[in-house]
């Protein structure tokens, strides 16, 4: 329980930084044989095997309809084992097709969550060309037009339609190549309310319950194009780190972690998947083993626009899959910000409960220990409101209110 609680408020800078740091490890999996969701929030939040998948379908809104594949490696077959993705030549799914018909490999491009293999090949000046099939706004559905040919890990060959997307319910078949073994299939995005991705396997004709939601970063393996060495680009399996949706990215090199600003980089910051990627390590061939770029520092905002840094510290390889890095939260907000929101907290000294009296409605609050951590948070929506600070250990405390107008204030709490 608080004994006495005394209200600090920053006064004296342009900007200010409220920062926690902590070590987090991330199992990715001997082989890396699971892709980890990891929140900031609530750490990993879902591990999905790689063997589980096949294709995955967008599911996070009305006007989204990107399908992707799943690029891990698998190495139980006696040699690396991939699943490939062709368009087919004949658009028509009756057609019975060979594996010399295989030609023009699409890949997922990994720089949005709009856009998967399946949407590779379409028109970027149409905008109800999604690729695999073109928006009829007559019937409010997104028609298949495109067949396509699958190499599965198992080396079994399987063409695909994505026959429609209607209103907010997929249906695609599959079969042999020769039309044996057809099945038919559905998602309902209905179904993954607050997911990004509905995972299929073709293997074993089921949708997959990840049931992955509320996450920030996306530990997997997918494709990407590299230099061979020899001035060729050819796509190569790499582990990586993708945003999740909403999230944005810069990098700083060269800046130790702790001096850098995360205020610094608010004009630099993208949303591409890629953006942290896989290279921010690298295998030393004098040592043999893997070494982090301990330059690189990583800024993420979050969509409540909050910031995380990163720093990678340690990475195992394919014996482990283990991934490790330095996080710290890193709110940034202005004087002027805090100026302009007179809320009233009392009374200072506090002993079980904190008053709380604002002008402008405030719609809910966090409160967050010193290591980070959340230790309480409710939709209040109201102008005046108590906190019960009962069983709260002693410390250093951030309250954070969210205002009417999605403004943000942050004050500082000292116990004693």
Known sequence: MFKKLLLVMWAFFAFSQITFSQVVTVNTGAAYSQQVFYSFENGTVKTIDNDDWDIAFSVYGQQDAAIFINESTDYSYGTVAEIQLYEAPVQEFNTEFTIDDLSDRLYNQEKNWNTGAFNENKNPADPFDYGWGVYNPATNTVEGSKVYLMVLKDGSA?????????????????????????ITATIDK??????????????????????????????????????DGYGNILEYNVTGVLLGKDIEAAVSQGVLFDDVNPSEFQNELVSQLDIIG??????????????VDEDAVYIIKLRDGSYQKINFIDFEGSSTGVISFITESAVVTSVNEINNNPISLYPNPVIDKLNINSPELIERFEIYNSNGALVLKQV??????????????????IIRMYGEESNTVYQELISK
Do not use: C
Request: proline letters at 2%; charged letters at 20%.
């Open 190 to 227: 209905n179904d993954f309310q607050g997911q990004t991705l509905a995972y299929y396997s073709i293997a074993n004709n089921e949708v997959l319950n990840a049931n992955a939601a509320e996450w920030d970063l996306l530990f997997t393996r997918y494709a990407t194009p590299l230099d």
């Open 158 to 182: 399987k063409k695909i339609m994505i026959e429609a997307l209607n209103l907010t319910t997929y249906s695609f078949r599959y079969a042999d190549f020769d039309g044996s073994n057809e």
């Open 278 to 291: 896989h290279d921010w390590k690298f295998f030393d061939l004098n040592s043999f083993e893997w070494l």
């Open 380 to 397: 209040i929506n109201a102008l005046q409101f108590e906190i019960p600070f009962n069983d709260v250990s002693k410390g250093v405390y």
